[in-house]
């Protein structure tokens, strides 16, 4: 018996309880409609939680594709990075995967000695924590360079109609007389 | 014996569950990026706008005028003399919850008091307390005193509001959110507490007719501009008139389409368009603006700036309207200009000079609508296209909140985009036509310093686009708001980049085939059209 084994076995439950942990950093009403309501479009926060965390415990007890796991982490950190969270609320959501393997495994990972296994399993888990920091600063930078952006984009055109730029140009010197 | 983890160990000090109060109970707290700066005395005062002062939204202290409160509950209670929709909505509501989750604020924040019974509440509270007997038993009335820590909550929230009426489209009662901010905000502003991004614009579309004070040679300068580049890319010389008396039409549209990317492309396309059809018609320096930041202000004030536009159709004699691409402009224009500014004798009942249709909806406004007119003359066959020239483009459209819910416009865009594109694909239905979500900046919410609180509002628009840019390979995003062309190309960026965003009227304007146009190579921004790849790189 390994964990990853019992992690794709009891991968509903997990998904279930980590998903109701993140959810609960919410306020309580609007926990409560993050996880009742189900229609992806109505509640873009709540699916993309949950499929988030599914490709992530997926990989956890698989390959840990990288690349896969980037994808859907990042879209739930691009939610997390401008709500009202401090950096650590932001991606310690990591965290509380450790505190679900733990509760809910324990008693299997105790009875086959698996704490060997249970040290790998959350030190990946450290390693997602730390792409996540890294995600969360690309999306902050992400959106100081949008409002700069913006504030160029809104006068660029205006000023360069009315002249008001003078770009480097080379003169054209009138050499016809020489 | 193994050594047993305790699983709260390394988590016992975090705890990331808000703290569970009544609403009443949690006080307001500004939090960075999701509120607007304060309004500035001079633009106040160019406006006449009372108590305008130098302050700072972030500061403790407001510098409210010593009797900000009486001034406060005697606007209030004007307001619910003079509006019964208010009073009626301040009475009504039985908190089904079923308004709750509609909001694109509250979905993307997730913070409760952006549900729009909640929002409301926030002023219901101070309604029931000053203005109903039940009131008098405070809390278990559902009310409470007016303080300003309560004023500050509802100047937060009803600057988190877009007037998208959303949520109104599932109220059992119909009760319009929209109409409740607006009623805030008005109070809001008899304070001098507008925001500094709706007050500019305010002053200088008071003075110049248009939001960034746009003079009329600057105007025809930036025009200048454009028609350089359409020329460049079509070969055809456009020449418009300014201020032209006498001509049978009278153009409107957003000042954002003469001067801001990707605007100014949609603004290629009118003119191309009124070329191609030798229209006669004539474009207002003074009437230059087809927004209006009156309508997230007061009503009043909304009056006071729409007034140019039947008044400058009088001063040219011209003989019915025209308006471009815009949001919040139509919502003034069909909802309110009529009864606001009119009867518009002078002008006659528009009917299309190439076509005869009689646009029957716009006999009391005289104003037609830009998409009206165009599917009207495709409708007719009365537009050589060539749809290929975008077969570049994988294209969905956005129902604006203005011109979906605010006036039914469903179908002309969509027709349009259909004759002018071969790849076109809605989004989910509950995210279109009157259930849309709002850009999450309308309403006078796209202020740089409140980045944050626009990619949330956004959020649900945004999921919806990435749906179809996943599914169908989207890479276009069209509208007919100026609003939404200014603000989806920062929201789509951040939630998934290499979409663009553009008008209808754009997509019009590359597959019209213009009489005597050289051989097109571009599209109106000057990327090579599909197959002139190669014939670019050439050069």
Request: some cysteine.
């Amino acid at each position: 018996m390994k964990i990853s084994v019992l992690l794709s076995e009891k991968k509903r439950e997990i998904a279930k309880t980590w998903f109701d942990l993140i959810v609960e950093t919410y306020p309580q009403d609007t926990a409560n409609f993050l996880k009742t309501q189900k229609n992806r479009f109505g509640n873009p926060v709540g699916h993309t939680i949950s499929e988030g965390i599914e490709v992530v415990l997926e990989e956890l007890s698989g390959e840990m594709d990288f690349a896969r796991i980037s994808k859907y982490l990042d879209n739930i950190i691009r939610i997390r990075a401008i709500q009202d969270f401090t950096p650590s609320q932001a991606v310690g959501f990591i965290f509380l995967l450790k505190k679900v393997i733990r509760e809910e495994l324990f008693n299997e990972i105790h009875a086959n000695h698996l704490f060997d296994e249970l040290l790998v399993i959350e030190s990946k888990i450290d390693q997602l924590a730390n792409i996540s920091f890294d995600m969360y600063i690309a999306c902050r930078e992400k959106i100081y360079k949008l409002k700069a952006n913006e504030l160029r984009n809104r006068t660029s055109r205006i000023l360069k109609m009315s002249n008001m730029f003078k770009e480097a140009e080379v003169e054209e010197k009138d050499t016809a007389g020489f | 014996m193994a050594i047993k983890p305790k699983p709260n160990e390394l988590l016992s000090a975090i705890n990331y569950a808000p703290p569970q109060k009544q609403w009443m109970d949690n006080p307001v707290e500004f939090k960075k990026g999701y509120y607007c700066y304060g309004a500035k005395p001079k633009n106040l005062e160019y406006i006449g706008f009372p108590n305008g002062r130098e302050w700072n939204s972030a500061d403790q202290d407001w510098k409210l005028v010593d009797n900000w409160k009486e001034i406060f509950l005697e606007g209030m209670e004007n307001l619910l003399k003079k509006f019964r929709s208010f009073r009626l909505f301040m009475d009504i509501c039985v908190r089904c919850g079923a308004c709750a989750d509609k909001c694109h604020f509250f979905i993307g924040t997730g913070d409760p008091k952006n549900m729009p019974v909640l929002r409301a509440e926030l002023l219901r509270s101070i309604y029931r307390r000053y203005f109903t007997v039940a009131g008098k038993l405070g809390k278990i009335a559902g009310a409470r005193d007016l303080t300003e820590d309560v004023f500050k909550e509802i100047w937060y929230y009803y600057y988190q509001c877009t007037e998208c009426r959303r949520c109104s489209v599932f109220c059992p009662y119909g009760i319009d959110q929209a109409e409740i901010t607006m009623m805030g905000r008005e109070l809001i502003n008899l304070l001098g507490c507008c925001t500094d991004w709706i007050s500019g614009p305010l002053a200088n579309c008071y003075r110049t007719g248009n939001h960034l004070g746009l003079q009329p040679h600057t105007i025809k300068s930036n025009f200048d501009y454009m028609l350089d580049d359409l020329e460049e890319h079509t070969g055809v010389r456009v020449e418009p008139t300014f201020n032209r008396k006498g001509a049978e039409i009278l153009f409107v549209t957003p000042s954002a389409d003469f001067f801001a990317e990707p605007g100014v492309f949609t603004c290629m396309g009118y003119l191309l368009l009124f070329h191609y059809l030798g229209l006669d018609y004539t474009w207002s320096t003074y009437a230059s603006e087809g927004g209006n930041f009156g309508f997230f202000t007061s009503n009043e004030m909304m009056k006071r700036l729409n007034s140019k536009i039947y008044a400058e159709s009088k001063r040219l004699g011209v003989k019915w309207i025209l308006g471009g691409e815009c949001g919040h402009m139509w919502r003034v224009l069909h909802q309110y200009m009529d009864t606001m500014n009119g009867p518009a004798d002078h002008l006659e009942a528009p009917v299309s000079p190439f076509t005869g249709t009689k646009f029957e909806n716009a006999k009391s406004t005289k104003m037609v609508h830009i998409s009206e007119f165009t599917a009207d003359l495709i409708k007719h066959g009365k537009l050589k296209l060539d749809k290929s020239r975008n077969d570049n483009l994988n294209v969905t459209f956005h129902d604006s909140c203005n011109t979906s819910r605010g006036m039914g416009i469903f179908e002309e865009p969509r027709y349009i985009i259909n004759s002018v594109c071969n790849h076109f694909h809605e989004m989910p239905d509950s995210t279109t036509r009157e259930n849309t979500f709002c850009c999450g900046s309308g309403s006078g919410l796209n202020a740089g310093e409140i980045e944050e609180l626009r990619m949330l509002g956004g959020l649900p628009r945004a999921n919806a686009v990435k749906y179809v840019k996943e599914k169908h390979g989207v890479n276009m995003l069209s509208c007919i708001c100026a609003i939404d062309r200014a603000v989806l190309p920062p929201l789509i960026d951040y939630w998934m980049p290499d979409v663009g965003v553009c008008g209808v009227s754009e997509l019009l304007g590359n597959a019209l085939i213009m009489p005597g146009e050289k051989e097109r190579e571009n599209n109106l921004r000057g990327e090579p059209l599909p197959g002139m790849e190669e014939k670019g790189e050439e050069e």
